[in-house]
């Protein structure tokens, strides 16, 4: 306001002073002062009429009018019109106690109220008051005055519109300059205290209805009211704010970082309103910011607290950060809170349940304190890569060197299909270290991992590793083949888990996975899986095969029996989305097999048809009406690559290759002899599909 | 003399032996268009899924043949593969776009595709000059799906940048993901619809 009275009172007082200075002897009744444009970088008058009429020598009228005033950012006012009785003082200034004002805003529509002032001999007002109805239902007082050593200002407003004001309130507040004020109506009270050159305590009660801001940040018909008590100290301003919003929506951009990403937050305030406090200190030339507190709650929902140190430079950033949070309703919280934090990550699809506390110190661009509580957690992953309920922690990571007991333990666990019992693990952790110190063992269906050796680094970091060592107490076939949805097999599972670790997304053995199954070794050798939470994850391994008893593998699909010892490799597995897309399988009989080699009509029917791409030749003739068979060798190969599967046998032929040779003890002898090279892999796997499932009935 | 009579054989023997002939294969820019337009014309619903037989990965990861072959001969061999090399230069081999790994990622951004499309037509979403996509105009977007939008960019992207790397590797040439970025890159563009809005050096244009 003082800006824009400023440079009318400029122009206009040399000429009142002029014609009303005691010193001037000429009498003058009337003065009548037209001028059809005054113009200066911030206003605009049109058709401007000043008129002083004497009523006594130091009594006057002073009639202002203007067809038009236009202010930079304040938009134009029409018909304006001030009229007051004036008293020109000894000390030569000039005193307005009584006057009207009338005008109308292209916006705001009518303004008509009344005005008092006092100019002083240097043309600055000492004092100015106005008390204005805005519209149909906004009003504004407002008061100045001006001394020697001490300036105020008070505002009192109510229900004042103001989209009139984005263009004044995006010049001056810098977080505006990109944001439409699309409604809203303002009220409230401001009190301004300083020196003649300086405001020096700030108090303020606003309140916004209706408010509407559109840009990055969006606000949508929020109700809200902001208190601040600000005093300037030397350079340094020191403030308490308090913000709470009780109605309407937003989106909120806050500008931190993570995960390459600038979050934003949908805020619904009309359930459960919002309150910020902040106490703190802004630093000169607004270089820094130090919050000494700040409090942040959402309802019941969410309670943050904490302290920080801002820098306010070129790029602002969190030079300290002290944050304690207390979340009762996860729940409630992801959503809102923790879900656009994971947005660019592939844990964006959880579904939250328990309560959290968490208590964090920040400096220096790392992460100096955690402290983690959680009670009582669910987490379950809508792509169904892992689940975990019953969680609870009480883990801290700490400044100083001495190290202090930590725990994790779950009712519940699972990894893509397999699921885990109840673990509890203890932990010891200091400066920047975790060691496990105590665990239980883990219950894998109706087996157990028992865990020899644990251990976690990086918790909370992009560093984060597990490994482990252990033994897998046998398992049933039935109930593993069953959870993971493969064709039921029967027997038992049990296998020495080797060094086992997961680290930056990627699982790794580095030793051998042995399992003991159907009387024989499986082992696995060099198991890697890249991108294990990934849509691409790729998994690489070797496979041993050792002394397999073939009864019990055959016995446990819809095959058809066949007695005797399976040795072998899978060399090069390679999974993509966990198909198989390369590998060389040998599965053959060991050279001294000490088993029976007897193999039933159903698995010489089998072997001939799988794939349908096998053209094989059964040497059985009138023994088809046999049960049983002896056979000498049996061995398969298959290369796959490029969806095909190149195939070999246990021994080669001119014209093809042979699966099963003749031999065995007991009459009568079979062979298998496969004259086709390559096989479709889909095919094949279709084939032994509907073998497995009974679709095709060969007895 | 002698000496050098009998080591001569020798000495040209090495001589072959080092001589060293260099298989160049060269990024099969028609293929991979071709090949590009076939996976994003699917992922639009401009065509059916494509049926052929998949060519899977030939090798598993490290067996991978680089696109420099050096190969060392002997001199008797020389002219039998300078028989053989210029067919070799000349072969313009398929782009693979069918393995497990790309048909997983090609049914997930087809079925996105469906949520994606409203946003691409009103403009708040639009195709980048790298291949991925990003929230163009966020105003054009409801406030309470302003947040389910960005997800869907970030999964759309993150399926992208595995698709790339995933063309690449099942044909062999890891080395060849930018060029393959780069084609789909124009190829996302010249396929969309009217109205589409991508990224170019000088900023957003509308198709």
């Not at chain 1, 699809?349 to 110190?361: F, I, P, S, T, Y």
């Not at chain 1, 899986?529 to 095969?545: P, Q, W």
Request: aromatic share 8%.
């Amino acid at each position: 306001m003082k800006k824009v009275l400023t440079p009318i009172i400029r122009l206009l007082c040399p000429a009142i002073l002029f014609m009303i200075t005691p010193v001037v002897t000429i009498a003058i009744d009337l003065a009548d002062l037209s001028i059809e444009s005054v113009e200066s970088e911030s206003i605009r008058i049109r058709d401007l009429r000043t008129e002083f009429e004497f009523q006594d020598v130091d009594q006057l009228q002073v009639r202002f009018q203007a067809g038009s005033i236009t202010v930079v950012d304040l938009g134009e006012l029409v018909d304006v019109a001030v009229r007051c009785n004036a008293t020109l003082l000894n000390d030569a200034t000039l005193m307005c106690s009584s006057g009207t004002v009338s005008a109308v805003h292209e916006q705001l529509g009518a303004v008509t109220g009344s005005l008092s002032f006092h100019l002083r001999d240097d043309y600055r007002p000492r004092q100015l008051a106005m008390d204005l109805q805005i519209g149909s239902t906004g009003s504004l007082k407002a008061g100045y005055s001006h001394d020697n050593s001490n300036t105020e200002l008070h505002i009192d407003a109510d229900h004042i519109a103001l989209q009139p004001f984005v263009p004044l309130l995006q010049s001056r507040i810098p977080a505006l300059a990109d944001h439409d004020i699309t409604s809203g109506v303002v009220g409230g009270m401001a009190r301004l205290n300083g020196t003649t050159d300086r405001f020096t305590v700030i108090e303020a009660e606003i309140k916004l209805n209706d408010f509407s801001l559109e840009g990055a940040n969006v606000l949508e018909q929020t109700d809200l009211a902001v208190s601040l008590n600000a005093r300037r100290e030397n350079d340094n301003w020191l403030f308490n704010s308090d913000a709470r919003v009780v109605a309407g929506v937003m989106y909120l951009i806050p500008g931190f970082e993570v995960f390459d990403d600038s979050p934003g937050f949908y805020i619904d305030a009309t359930e459960e309103g919002l309150q910020l406090a902040l106490t703190g200190r802004v630093e000169t030339g607004f270089s820094k910011l130090a919050l000494e507190s700040f409090a942040y709650s959402h309802g019941d929902l969410l309670h943050l607290k904490g302290r920080a140190l801002i820098e306010l430079a070129d790029s602002p950033f969190v030079e300290h950060l002290e944050l304690y949070v207390d979340a009762l309703d996860l729940a409630g919280i992801y959503p809102v809170y923790v879900q656009p934090l994971l947005l660019p990550t592939n844990f964006a699809d959880l579904d939250l349940a328990g309560a959290l506390q968490l208590d964090l110190r920040y400096a220096g661009n790392e992460l100096t304190r955690l402290g983690l509580q959680l009670k009582d957690v669910y987490l379950d992953d809508d792509l169904q890569r892992f689940s975990v309920s019953g969680l609870n922690s009480d883990l801290f990571i700490g400044e100083s060197q001495q190290m202090r007991v930590s725990s994790l333990d779950w009712g519940a666990l699972s990894l893509y299909k397999i699921i885990f019992g109840t673990g509890d693990i203890t932990l010891l952790s200091g400066k920047n270290r975790i060691e496990v110190v105590d665990w239980q063992d883990v219950d894998l269906l109706d087996g157990r991992l028992l865990i020899n050796q644990l251990a976690l680094s990086g918790i909370g970091s992009d560093d984060f590793s597990l490994s482990l060592h252990g033994e897998l107490t046998p398992i049933s076939l039935k109930n593993f083949t069953q959870t993971m949805g493969w064709p039921l097999m029967s027997g038992r599972l049990s296998g020495i888990i080797e060094d086992f670790e997961y680290r930056g997304g990627d699982l790794r053995i580095n030793g051998d996975l042995k399992f003991r199954v159907f009387d024989g070794d499986v082992i696995l050798q060099g198991l890697v899986i890249e991108n294990l939470f990934e849509r691409n994850a790729r998994f690489y391994t070797d496979v041993v095969i050792d002394n397999l008893d073939l009864e019990q593998v055959t016995g446990t699909f819809s095959f058809g029996r066949i007695e005797g010892s399976l040795d072998g490799h899978i060399r090069k597995l390679t999974l993509l989305d966990w198909q198989p897309v390369y590998f060389d399988a040998v599965l053959k009989s060991p050279d001294d097999d000490e088993r029976p080699h007897r193999i039933s009509q159903k698995a010489l029917d089998n072997l001939s048809e799988i794939g349908g791409g096998l053209s094989g030749a059964l040497s059985k003739g009138f023994l088809r009406f046999v049960d049983e068979y002896s056979y000498g060798r049996l061995g398969l190969r298959c290369l796959l690559s490029n969806g095909v599967c190149n195939l070999g046998g246990i021994e080669q032929t001119g014209d093809g290759f042979y699966i099963m040779t003749r031999g065995g003890l007991l009459p009568p002898w079979v062979d298998v002899k496969a004259t086709g090279r390559s096989i479709i892999w889909k095919d094949l796997v279709n084939g032994l599909k509907r073998i497995a499932e009974g679709e095709i009935a060969f007895e | 003399m002698a000496v050098f009579k009998q080591r001569a054989p020798l000495v040209l023997f090495l001589l072959l032996l080092s001589a060293c002939v260099t298989i160049n294969v060269y990024f099969p820019a028609a293929a991979a268009e071709n090949a590009a337009d076939r996976l994003i014309k699917e992922v639009y619903g401009l065509e059916k899924p494509d049926t052929e037989t998949p060519a899977e990965e030939s090798a598993p990861s490290g067996q991978e043949s680089g696109a420099v072959i050096p190969l060392t001969l002997t001199g008797t061999l020389v002219a039998v593969i300078d028989f053989i090399i210029p067919p070799a230069q000349a072969q313009q081999p398929d782009i693979n776009i069918s393995s497990p790994a790309i048909n997983t990622l090609k049914s997930a951004m087809t079925s996105r595709h469906r949520s994606l499309e409203p946003y691409y037509s009103s403009g708040a979403v639009g195709m980048d000059n790298n291949g991925l996509i990003d929230i163009r105009d966020a105003r054009a977007i409801d406030l309470k799906q302003r947040n389910a939008v960005k997800k869907l960019v970030s999964e759309e992207n993150r399926d992208r940048n595995a698709l790339y790397t995933e063309i690449a590797r099942a044909n062999g040439h890891p080395e060849w993901e930018a060029e393959i970025r780069d084609t789909f890159a124009r190829r996302w563009v010249a396929n969309a619809p009217s109205g589409w809005w991508y990224k170019t050096a000088n900023g957003w244009v509308q198709k």
